[in-house]
C-alpha cells in the first residue's frame, strides 16, 4: 500500500463531510488533487468551488466545477486541504506547493476546515518539514538574516514564483514546540506575506489516511 493510496483514502472520506454545501474551497497539491477527481462524481450538487491556486483552478475547470471570486462568493462553510506536517493540535505546516498565502486567506473565511493528509504527515512536534514562508521578492535577504536569529536555517527556493508573484524561503532547522507563538513572531518580520504555519487557524477535522482505513482527529 503506498502513501498515494492513503491520500486517496482521506480525500475519498472528506467527500462525506461537506453537507449540503453548494460553494467549497479547495486547497493545493496531490492529496487535493484526489479530493479534486473525486468531486466528479458530486458536481451537479455543487455551484463552483473557491480554489488556493492556479493548479487547483485548472483541474476544478477541466471537469466542469466552476471556480468563483473569494470576494464574490463571501464566508465558506467547507475547505478541503492537506498538509505537509500536522500534530494531535491539528496545526499544520503548510506550503510545500508554494500555495501557503491563499490557502490561509481561504482557511480564514472557512467555517469548517477539513485536513486530508497520509500518516507519514501526522508528528509529534512540528518542524521536520522545511517551514515555508512567502515573502515580497526585495526583502528576501533580510526575512532571511531575520529567521537565521530565530534559529533556523533559511533556503531561498530559487527559480519559484507564487501566484501572488512573491518568493519563498524554506526555513529548516526549526524544532516548533509552540507554533502560535512562532507564527506571530514571523509574521511580525517586514517583508513576510505569510508564513505556512497554520497554528493560530488551525484545521477543525483532520483525516488521516493509513493503510486499511482512515482516523479522524478533531
Ligand atoms: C501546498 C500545500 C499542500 O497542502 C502540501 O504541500 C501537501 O501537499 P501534498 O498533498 O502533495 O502532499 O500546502 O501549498
Not at 487535493?32 to 483552478?57: C, P, Q, T, Y
Not at 481561504?106 to 477539513?114: L, R
Not at 518539514?129 to 526575512?143: D, G, K, N, T
Not at 514546540?177 to 505569510?194: C, F, K, M, R, W
Request: net charge neutral; charged share 25%; hydrophobic share 45%.
Amino acid at each position: 500500500m503506498s502513501a498515494e493510496d492513503s491520500k486517496k483514502r482521506a480525500a475519498l472520506e472528506a467527500l462525506t463531510w461537506l453537507d449540503d454545501a453548494r460553494v467549497i474551497g479547495i486547497g493545493t497539491g496531490s492529496t487535493v488533487n484526489h479530493f479534486i477527481d473525486a468531486l466528479k462524481s458530486i458536481k451537479g450538487r455543487l455551484d463552483g468551488a473557491v480554489s488556493s491556486s492556479e493548479a487547483s483552478a485548472q483541474r476544478l475547470k477541466a471537469i466542469g466545477i466552476p471556480v468563483l471570486d473569494l470576494n464574490a462568493a463571501g464566508e465558506l462553510s467547507v475547505y478541503v486541504d492537506g498538509a505537509d506536517e500536522a500534530n494531535h493540535r491539528l496545526q499544520l505546516i503548510k506550503g510545500g506547493g508554494g500555495a501557503l498565502t491563499r490557502e490561509k486567506i481561504v482557511a480564514a473565511v472557512s467555517k469548517q476546515f477539513i485536513c486530508i493528509v497520509d500518516d507519514s504527515k501526522l508528528v509529534n512536534v512540528l518542524g521536520h518539514f522545511p517551514l515555508p514562508v512567502e515573502v515580497i521578492p526585495m526583502a528576501r535577504s533580510y526575512v532571511a538574516r531575520e529567521l537565521v536569529k530565530l534559529g533556523g536555517r533559511p533556503d531561498w527556493r530559487s527559480g519559484f514564483t507564487t501566484d501572488n508573484g512573491n518568493h519563498i524561503l524554506d526555513v529548516h532547522g526549526l524544532t516548533i514546540p509552540d507554533p502560535p507563538a512562532l507564527e506571530a513572531q514571523i509574521n511580525q518580520i517586514t517583508g513576510v506575506v505569510s508564513v505556512g504555519l497554520f497554528a493560530r487557524r488551525p484545521a477543525d477535522v483532520l483525516l488521516v489516511g493509513h493503510a486499511d482505513r482512515v482516523e479522524k482527529i478533531t
